[in-house]
């Protein structure tokens, strides 16, 4: 059994839909990214801060529904982001939170024996807390499979050269890197993505993968391989959620191709090209299948399989 765990923030989702109507939904890139995990079969773990109030206790029901373990520390209150859904289904977000994060033993005790941690977005980058998950992060290098997602927020964390600097610094660190052409352009004007992918890499990480948007997702291995696939075709009801479901597909599969644990720096180098096409097919099923639908809702195994068998077998074409 591989065992997963996700370090971040849990928050509530305030969506004012584009008619004007508003919806309470639990969200959170990291949180989303456990669930999208649980739902397609991962053990999974979340280490997270969770308020002591009603919000917090739809975050916590959402967890337990979704069969995730969970290890929290209480916050006075749960943290909100309130987004606006425009009429083309993208959102946009104001933040309403707490920058607290405190590692407790059983949370430092699920880091100890995971064979893969994700961390990223607003966790990973606002102080106080940032420094903890930066500092555990680099302690666990080398003993489990390490993924980041920058997630950047602007409006959380404006200053781009500090944030260019932390996502450095994470990028030598993790295994896995994934992030939004958006998020390149914002940290790197004017460099293409290919170029700040290529950088990443040389500063030690061993997969850089990036989410075009319409474009589709590409990514290269430290071997110099890499792989693209077109978005796949879908109704767009929002994008809340697609790049985190991704983010999870792409770690449900690499552990399922041995990618875990001390030996997960050596198969990412190994994987080949047909391996990574096969990787980033799943994640554009996974993140098609979160935009037709509201909110940070990813699919689970079944839904996967059933909408495109080939998706969960890697072995296919």
């Not at 291995?221 to 075709?233: D, H, K, M, V, Y």
Request: proline letters at 5%.
């Amino acid at each position: 059994m591989t065992r997963i765990a996700v370090v971040g923030e849990s928050l509530v989702d305030a969506v004012r839909l584009a008619d004007g109507a508003e919806r309470e939904t639990p969200g959170g890139a990291p949180f989303n990214v456990a669930i999208g995990i649980a739902r397609l079969g991962g053990t999974v773990r979340l280490l997270t801060a969770i308020g002591d109030d009603a919000r917090g206790r739809l975050l916590t029901q959402r967890l337990k529904a979704d069969g995730v373990h969970a290890s929290f520390h209480q916050l006075p209150r749960t943290s909100v982001a309130r987004a606006e859904i425009e009429t083309n289904g993208s959102a946009s977000y104001n933040f309403d939170i707490d920058g607290s994060f405190d590692l407790t033993p059983s949370m430092r005790a699920a880091l100890a024996v995971a064979d893969a941690v994700h961390v990223g977005s607003i966790a990973a980058h606002l102080p106080p807390g940032a420094q903890r998950i930066t500092e555990v992060f680099r302690d666990l290098q080398g003993t489990a499979l390490l993924s980041y997602d920058p997630n950047c927020r602007p409006s959380i964390t404006p200053n781009v050269k500090t944030v260019r600097a932390e996502v450095e610094t994470f990028a030598s660190i993790a295994d896995v890197v994934k992030a939004s052409d958006e998020d390149m352009t914002w940290l790197y004007p004017d460099i293409p993505y290919t170029e700040v992918a290529a950088m990443w890499l040389r500063l030690g990480a061993g997969l850089v993968v990036v989410t075009r948007g319409a474009a589709g997702i590409w990514c290269r291995n430290g071997s110099g391989r890499e792989a693209s696939i077109p978005t796949l075709p879908t109704t767009v009801v929002d994008t809340i959620g697609a790049g985190d479901s991704c983010m999870a597909a792409l770690i449900v599969c690499l552990t399922q191709l041995g990618a875990s644990g001390s030996k997960a720096s050596a198969r990412l180098s190994a994987l080949t090209s047909r391996e990574l096409k096969d990787i980033l097919r799943t994640a554009a099923q996974v993140a098609s299948i979160t935009c037709s639908r509201e909110g940070a809702n990813p699919p689970t195994a079944a839904e996967l399989e059933r909408i495109s068998p080939t998706a969960t077998t890697l072995s296919n074409p």
